[in-house]
Structures are given as structure tokens and as C-alpha cells.
């Protein structure tokens, strides 16, 4: 009987290995044929080797061309020119591929649906809410938060104590998006030590998980189902996760109860539970999982670039200098405001706002399928409902579009700019299309207000701080060193007071 067994399943890995070589409709796409036949490569370097899968599909491409196909069923394309018809906007639609969703603990939320017009009615619900007119008008906002961490680096100069720099703008941007979400904030940044961020811990602990996730999508859902007591015992940092969409669900709950919407919704929560909003959107599961992924991609983005940008700028003193003049040209005082859409017009500032999004960019393989459409690159015809790909870091280190990629100069924003060149069509870090990231103008508003604000009130210096904690060597949907999260720690030097 055993035998019988273990017969037919070597028989069944085999006719499904030849069908998957040589009659599947991706036969016709260059790639290695384990990866061709099956999803151990795949595996392998992404949760044993943890996070590593982006350059073995690089050393996939150095061999087989801008076309692979990557596992059995996905084709990633680093061919800049080919990023608008994979990542469509429009009519043309765009779904998600279910297996690249799996990783997220929110299933309900909007990033993580996966049919084109149900995302796009669950993104019409808050989009409104992060348009640039919306933004502009709340960059007074923005700038309160971002003087209190003005203060915060003011106390730490005259205490003479080191910044925790990345968990200052985490705490910052934790602050902004619940402020913005629920119309009051999670005071991250009023704590002496800026503890306390546990979206900022949940963050760490989701993207360490992704992988094994997208493998094993049945985990998240076990860990779910498990008594609070046994989940801090088994998964103490995933369950601070769960515990903070409890929070959220409790929260929804109480509002829902006393009606708690306005007739022209004043934030992002009161939008989502709306009455004009179908009651199935309205559930609490939704409104528990919408708001968590809204607080996650919140902080998470700018929180990282802010970081990216603030150890690029003070570890190279000449882009230090030259931003330090742009900026007291154009702020006469050191506390002197300008709303962000003046601040866009400063060239060499905008050119360290792009450099920091192009190195600093999540780094995740965001497929989409075209469930109607057969997609036609070169000689390669990709048929529908086919996951196709192009990961960021390869549109934003193309030597050709980005001369000595891996090196960050603003300057080469600026010449562009001067050339009358359009580089930015080639900025991708928020994906483009009708599923681009919602939060982009919030992000970039908080960029330009806190860089900004810091670079022109303080001279700043690194302390504790290698280049090893601030490197990219895995990728868990955003860029990690190898040991922990992004990590700058600086000393304050000197108070800017003229």
C-alpha cells in the first residue's frame, strides 16, 4: 500500500514537471528549469536563506535576459520601458496575485484585495483623503508633529544625549497617521523616550514573517484563532499585532454603536464607516483590518525614508552643506515655515527627497495579473490571469537611467531637471497605476516638512551608527540589513540659530 502511495506521487511530481517544462502556457518564457518546475528556489531563498529571493531572480536575469520566469507560475520583467503595461492604469485592469497577499495579516484592507473593482471602491472610500489639496491642508498638522520633534532634538542637545533617530521618526509619523485616521494621535512623540510604538514593533514583526506567510498563508490564520494567553507565550510580538487590531475592532465597535460618523466625514475613519458605504463594507473585521494597514503604511513608509534620507544627508557633509544653504536661502530664520508645495520648488532638496525614495524604496515583488488581457513583451506573449512582475530595485539601479546607481547624489536630479529631462517618470518607489499607493502625497509632505525643518535648525553627526545597520542585504516587503531593522542613532553638534 505504501508503495503504491509513494508511487504515485513520484508519478504525479513527474507528468507534473514535464507539463510545467514543456506544454504549460509559460513554457516559451527563459528560465532555470527548477524554477521552471518548481517553487523550491523560490522557497529556498526567501524564508531558509531569509529574504534573499531579489538576487537570485538578479542572477536569473544576468543569465537568461530581461525576461524569466521565476517559479512556475510568475514572469518578472526588468525592462524599465514595460513597467506602465504591467502596473496599468485606467480601464485596463490590474488584479493581484493572490499568493503575493497571503504575508498580509489584514485580508480584509485594501491593499491586500485582489479584484481590480473591489479594490478600486474600497480605495475611492479614503483616497480623497490623501490628495494633494488635502495634504496641503493639512501640512499645519504635519508641522506641529514635526516641531515637537524639533524639541525633542532641542532637549537631547541640552541634555547632551544621543538621538535615537529612527525611532524619533517612527514615533513622528506613527503620531501623524493616527491623527489623521482617528483625529487624535497615539502621542508617541509627547513620551520622554519615544517608547511605546507598538505599530512600529508590529511593523518589524509582519515583515519578518512575510515570506514564511506567503508559503504557509494558513499560519496567520491558526495564530489568529489561538487564546491571547497562548499567542503571548508562542508569538509575544506578533500577538501585540493582533492585540492592537482587538483595540481597533473594540474601537469600531463603540462607534458604530453611538453612530459616530459625520455627514461630511473629517477623518479617515469616520469615511470608512460612512452610511452611504454598503453595510459589508461597514463590518468590523473590515474596519479593524483597513484601519491597521492604514496605521502600518503609515508609519512604516515615510518612517523609513525619513531615515534613509536624514543618514545619507548627515553621513556626506557636502550634500549636508549644500542642503543648509538652499534651505536659510529660502527660510530666512530657523524656524521659519514653508507648506510643502513651496518646499517642492528647491531643487537640491527635492533631489535629496528623490535620492531617498529611489535607494530607500520597499523593496517587495508586487505582481499583477491582467485577467483579461495577454500581455506582449518583445517575442514573449504572457497569456492572462498570469503574475507578472517588476521589482523596484531594478527600475531604480538601471545603470543606464541611473549612472553609478548604488551612489546617492541629489545632483543628478537637479542636472536632469536642468536638461529639461523627466526622471521621474523612472521613480517607482510608490508603484504607479490604478493600484498606486494611496499614501504617496502624505509621505512626500512629511519628506520635505521634516528634512527640512531638521537640516535647517540643527547640525547633526552620526554616532553608533555603521554602515552595516543601514545597508539593504534582505528583503521582507521593505529593505533590511542583515541583522534587525534600519537603525541610525546621530549627535547633536549644534543648535542653528541664525
Not at 10 to 23: E, G, M, P
Not at 103 to 114: G, H, I, K
Not at 163 to 182: K, Q
Not at 405 to 418: H, I, K, Q, S
Amino acid at each position: 500500500m505504501w508503495l503504491f502511495l509513494l508511487s504515485a506521487v513520484f508519478a504525479y511530481i513527474f507528468l507534473q514537471s514535464i507539463y510545467r517544462l514543456y506544454f504549460h502556457p509559460l513554457s516559451h518564457i527563459p528560465g532555470p528549469k527548477l524554477a521552471a518546475i518548481s517553487y523550491l528556489p523560490h522557497f529556498y531563498h526567501s524564508v531558509i536563506r531569509g529574504g534573499k529571493f531579489l538576487w537570485e531572480i538578479e542572477k536569473m536575469h544576468k543569465q537568461y535576459g530581461p525576461t524569466v520566469r521565476i517559479n512556475p507560475r510568475e514572469v518578472h520583467i526588468t525592462d524599465p520601458s514595460f513597467y506602465d503595461e504591467i502596473y496599468a492604469s485606467g480601464k485596463r485592469k490590474r488584479n493581484k496575485d493572490r499568493h503575493l497577499v497571503a504575508f498580509n495579516t489584514s485580508p480584509l484592507s485594501t491593499p491586500a484585495t485582489m479584484d481590480h473593482d473591489l479594490h478600486r471602491a474600497r480605495r475611492s472610500q479614503m483616497s480623497h483623503f490623501f490628495s494633494k489639496k488635502a495634504v496641503l491642508e493639512l501640512n499645519q498638522g504635519i508641522q506641529a508633529k514635526v516641531s515637537l520633534l524639533v524639541k525633542f532634538i532641542e532637549r537631547a542637545h541640552a541634555n547632551n544625549t544621543i538621538v535615537p533617530m529612527s525611532s524619533a521618526f517612527a514615533a513622528l509619523t506613527g503620531d501623524i497617521i493616527t491623527h489623521y485616521l482617528y483625529g487624535q494621535d497615539s502621542q508617541y512623540m509627547s513620551s520622554p523616550d519615544l517608547s511605546g510604538n507598538i505599530i512600529w514593533d508590529a511593523i518589524a514583526e509582519i515583515t519578518n514573517s512575510s515570506h514564511v506567510f506567503e508559503f504557509f498563508p494558513i499560519i496567520p490564520i491558526l495564530l489568529r484563532s489561538l487564546p491571547a494567553r497562548l499567542m503571548r507565550v508562542v508569538q509575544p510580538k506578533l500577538a501585540a499585532v493582533y492585540d492592537r487590531q482587538d483595540q481597533i475592532e473594540e474601537q469600531s465597535k463603540q462607534t458604530l454603536a453611538e453612530k459616530g460618523y459625520l455627514s461630511s466625514a473629517g477623518t479617515i475613519y469616520q469615511a470608512l464607516i460612512h452610511p452611504d458605504i454598503p453595510p459589508e463594507e461597514r463590518s468590523l473585521a473590515r474596519l479593524r483590518d483597513e484601519s491597521f494597514i492604514v496605521l502600518v503604511g503609515g508609519t512604516e513608509t515615510a518612517g523609513a525614508t525619513l531615515t534613509f534620507a536624514a543618514y545619507h544627508i548627515i553621513r556626506n557633509r557636502s550634500i549636508y552643506v549644500k542642503l543648509q544653504n538652499e534651505l536659510r536661502g529660502a527660510m530666512p530664520t530657523p524656524t521659519s515655515f514653508l507648506d510643502s508645495s513651496r518646499l517642492e520648488q528647491l531643487p537640491y532638496l527635492t533631489g535629496v527627497i528623490n535620492e531617498a525614495l529611489r535607494l530607500g524604496a520597499p523593496a517587495l515583488r508586487s505582481a499583477r495579473v491582467a485577467p483579461f488581457e495577454a500581455l506582449k513583451y518583445k517575442d514573449y506573449v504572457i497569456p492572462p490571469n498570469t503574475p507578472v512582475s517588476t521589482i523596484s530595485h531594478f527600475v531604480h539601479r538601471n545603470k543606464e537611467i541611473f549612472p553609478d546607481p548604488e551612489t546617492f547624489n541629489p545632483d543628478r536630479w537637479v542636472l536632469a531637471a536642468e536638461k529639461g529631462e523627466n526622471l521621474t517618470k523612472y521613480l517607482v518607489t510608490f508603484t504607479r497605476g490604478s493600484r498606486v499607493c494611496v499614501g504617496m502625497n502624505l509621505a512626500c509632505a512629511e519628506l520635505y516638512l521634516t528634512i527640512a525643518a531638521l537640516v535647517r535648525r540643527f547640525d547633526l553627526e552620526l554616532y553608533d551608527t555603521p554602515p552595516e545597520n543601514m545597508g539593504f542585504a534582505r528583503e521582507m516587503i521593505v529593505q533590511r540589513p542583515e541583522k534587525g531593522v534600519w537603525t541610525l542613532k546621530v549627535r547633536v553638534v549644534r543648535v542653528v540659530e541664525e
